[in-house]
């Protein structure tokens, strides 16, 4: 992945901002208060001059571009804008993960996690809860704005990264394209041909994605677990397949030689990782800050928004610290604004305002769709005589592909559980051909949103995963690992790792992401997607954001 200009000098903007002060918990803050001129809120493109503070800002009058969120949506967006030549304000609900604290870290250890792990939460919320029945994996933890947010609804949990590069901060790097006849299948109104050849090929490029070498992985004793996985899949009757990743292979071949500081090889994944992933800060985000029209503000909550009497749309803006104390409530004022918050932020942002009255434009469409991608979990227990290593990287380079069967289609990622012993354990995630659906639904008695999810709307993920692991099982002479998930549970149905849907492309919004009844407002993040796309789904997020942006800037007079 080459180095332009642009990007170094992105690269330098975000690190020059977090390292301009300290936070109360000790860690270095990417943004603190904008009330407080000691502790600088403001990530600027110019490394001369700090931006003004968001209240001085608003008082410029109106903007001509916001962006909502940092994550793939938001960060195609802000790019393609400012070289389109519009300035652009970013809104980021996390802080920036740049710069090490105290103890020498930017991320807290996977394995002796502290506040920087979760967002706001008093203990860890990890998908493996305890091992061999023991409640040995969660801890307690001092409540700060950590990089994972584990988001409870009633039936289902949802992981979300925050931060600058939201879920690609947490993520595990798969970075895969969707089988094109399933693509063709849940977006028929997208032309298959345009985003094979142009814009797959382009995220992909962007997002430095790139491949293991397959030489290197049969040789490789961090990915013993995933070739035991492989060969009894292959036993079993079924395909596997390499994945491609936005772990730099060649940063995880010198982590086993010890050449270079361990991340994939440090148990680094859900609560950030240090060395080798390409997330979002080093690719578009330090892409668009390098334009110089680029300004990020971090911990800020976007509360409300609504139609300006002047033209526009009005947010109402709340900015916290680290510690989750308000500092000050600010309105802005946008031209257009530009919907990257999630499949859950975005969603919720737009029924809240629909249901309210303050963007009475929106349709009845706004928060349906919602599904899960068919994501739930399970593991194996393997015999004595297949170890899966000590040593297991985070990064998941292989799945099972069986995309292709004709009842229960699954695509299951071979998953690490790397504890730094030997477990004797084949642990899956499982992307199944879920077609069950949820809505967003506000309570105008609390003023809160939720997901109308129900726990018995997992039973095909279920079926269909077991049904594959069932035959391993049976060829292998194997059992199911119950100790993992608590209560005993054979597959882990309660979260998932993929939100998709709420703003569904062509539904809720025309065929390019601008949104039904507001002029204007535009989606462009996962919340396009209705509910499922087969595989990991950061990489079909990316294309169709750069797809739905080249016809918006060409057609709707927002370039300079």
């Known amino acids: 992945m080459s180095l332009t200009r642009r990007r170094f000098l992105g690269h330098a903007a975000l690190q020059a901002a977090a390292a301009s002060s300290w936070s109360a918990f000790g860690l270095h803050a990417a943004v603190a208060s904008t009330a407080a001129p000691s502790r600088d809120q403001r990530l600027d493109p110019s490394l001369a001059q700090p931006a003004m503070p968001l209240g001085q800002l608003a008082q410029q009058g109106r903007l001509p571009a916001v962006v909502i969120g940092t994550g793939y949506g938001g960060a195609v967006a802000a790019l393609r804008l400012a070289q389109a030549g519009v300035p652009v304000v970013m809104l980021e609900m996390g802080r920036l993960w ?34 061999l029945g023991l409640d040995v994996i969660n801890r307690n933890i001092d409540r700060y704005a950590g990089v994972l947010d584990r988001v409870n609804y009633p039936g289902i949990s949802v992981y979300v990264g925050r931060g600058v590069g939201g879920g690609s901060l947490v993520n595990g790097s798969m970075a895969v394209t969707p089988k094109r006849s399933y693509f063709e ?22 997002l430095g994605v790139n491949h293991v070498d397959p030489t290197w992985f049969e040789s490789s004793a961090a990915y013993r677990f995933a070739r035991v996985a492989r060969d009894q899949a292959h036993q079993s009757g079924f395909k596997t397949m390499f ?34 992933k390409r997330s979002l800060d080093k690719t578009y985000l330090a892409d668009a800050v390098g334009t110089g029209r680029v300004t990020i503000y971090t911990l800020q909550q976007v509360r409300r928004i609504r139609v300006s009497p002047q033209g526009g749309y009005l947010l109402d803006v709340r900015e916290i610290d680290e510690l989750g104390h308000v500092q000050a409530d600010v309105q802005l004022r946008c031209g257009a604004l530009f919907m990257g918050a999630g499949s859950l932020g975005t969603s919720e942002l737009l029924v809240k305002a629909r249901d309210t009255g303050d963007l009475p434009g929106l349709n009845g469409e706004v928060g349906r769709g919602w599904g899960h991608n068919g994501n739930v979990m399970a593991a194996r227990a393997n015999h004595l005589w297949s170890p899966t290593g000590k040593l297991q990287s985070t990064m998941p380079l292989m799945g099972i592909d069986d995309w292709g069967h004709p009842t229960r289609p699954v695509f299951a990622e071979i998953t690490p559980l790397p504890t730094g012993f030997e477990n004797w354990v084949s642990m899956y995630l499982g992307v199944t051909k879920n077609p069950e659906r949820a809505t967003f639904r506000f309570d105008a008695a609390t003023g809160q949103v939720s997901l109308d999810w129900r726990r018995e709307q997992n039973a095909k993920s279920v079926q269909d995963l077991r049904a594959l692991l069932d035959v391993i099982n049976r060829r292998q002479g194997t059992v199911y690992r119950t100790d993992l998930f608590g209560g ?39 919340s396009l997607v209705p509910g499922s796309v087969g595989v990991n789904p950061f990489v079909t997020i990316t294309a169709l954001a750069e797809r739905n942006l080249a016809r918006v800037i060409a057609e709707d007079g927002l370039a300079a």
């Open 98 to 131: 740049t710069q090490p604290a105290s103890d020498g870290r930017i991320f807290a250890k996977t394995t002796a996690a502290d506040g920087r792990a979760m967002w706001f939460k008093s203990r860890t919320e990890a998908p493996v809860s305890s091992f």
């Open 185 to 206: 299948e849940i977006l028929p109104q997208v032309g298959a041909d345009e985003m094979y050849q142009r814009w797959f090929p382009l995220a992909n490029s962007v």
């Open 243 to 276: 994945v491609p990743t936005v772990y730099d292979v060649n940063h995880l071949a010198q982590e086993e030689k010890n050449l270079v500081p361990r991340s994939a090889l440090a148990q680094e994944v859900i609560y950030g990782n240090h060395h080798g």
């Open 488 to 526: 005993g549970k054979v597959v882990s149905d309660d979260f998932t790792y993929h939100p998709l849907g709420g703003c569904l492309l062509g539904r809720a919004t025309d065929g390019f992401g601008r949104v039904k009844g507001c002029p204007g407002l535009y989606v462009v993040d996962g």
